[in-house]
């Protein structure tokens, strides 16, 4: 049964809802002139390491975001599965995480560790982007921090770009630095499935599935904000 909301149009069925979720592909930040220059190859050493320590900033609040989201979930089941992305990036055991990984880019790309952590380098508007998205998981019930999460539906075609281009078109970069890149391919693909069965389950009426599709393009511009504020500091 097709679930209506007040307006009465027809919800979407999960294909036709997860198309139109897809559909905001069109606006991630590959597409962003910053990215579009990165892929071909044309950023000077001093641009790779202004995004590099920027997004740094990305990486270190991605698993606050996380526990964000984890304290306002009362479920039990929907935890074991999100604990996984805070030891992804703060590591777990054997594992340094993602971002350890992310400090090795940094290396590899010339940045010292110290300057790198110093967070000097980032800019006022990434920081604003980062804070907003690390605010909204902390306010939004947590099906919405969920949903905030899917632009990883596109990433591994960021990360597998990057991991195709980067070693012919800047051979000053350490190859070992990549590796980050390299293990968010698999990682991003179970956070996807897992966050698409949530976000289904919990937006049914059409009014919902377009608030979901709202919250998408509110993160989709958290991080196109934070290209324009790179490209802006570098260009
Ligand atoms: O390099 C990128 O372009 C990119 C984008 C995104 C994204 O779409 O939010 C993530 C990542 N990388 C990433 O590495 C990552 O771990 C990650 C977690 C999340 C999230 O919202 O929980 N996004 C992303």
Not at 162 to 188: C, M, T
């Amino acid at each position: 049964m097709s679930q209506t909301g007040p307006d009465n149009r027809p919800a979407w069925d999960e294909r036709e809802f997860t198309e139109q979720l897809m559909a905001k592909g069109a606006g991630y930040h590959i597409h962003h002139h910053f990215n579009v220059r990165m892929q071909q190859g044309t950023l000077t050493p001093e641009q790779i390491r202004g995004w590099v320590a920027n997004r740094f900033y990305y990486q270190i609040n991605i698993p606050r975001k996380d526990a964000a989201i984890m304290a306002n979930c009362p479920d039990r089941a929907t935890r074991r599965l999100w604990v996984e992305r805070i030891h992804d990036h703060d590591g777990h055991g054997d594992n340094p995480g993602g971002i350890e990984a992310w400090s090795r880019l940094g290396e590899a790309v010339g940045i010292a560790r110290d300057d790198l952590w110093s967070l000097r380098e980032v800019q006022p508007g990434v920081r604003f982007a980062v804070d907003a998205y690390v605010n909204f998981a902390r306010q939004a019930p947590w099906q919405e921090g969920v949903c905030s999460s899917l632009t990883e539906m596109f990433a591994p075609k960021i990360h597998k770009d990057r991991l195709a281009s980067w070693p012919k078109n800047y051979p000053w970069i350490e190859p070992e630095g990549l590796a980050y890149f390299r293990s968010r391919i698999s990682l991003a693909e179970r956070d996807v499935e897992h966050g698409l069965a949530v976000t289904l389950a919990h937006f049914r009426t059409r009014a919902q599935q377009e608030q979901a599709l709202g919250i998408l393009q509110f993160k989709l511009d958290i991080l196109w904000a934070m290209m324009d504020a790179i490209a802006l500091a570098y260009d």
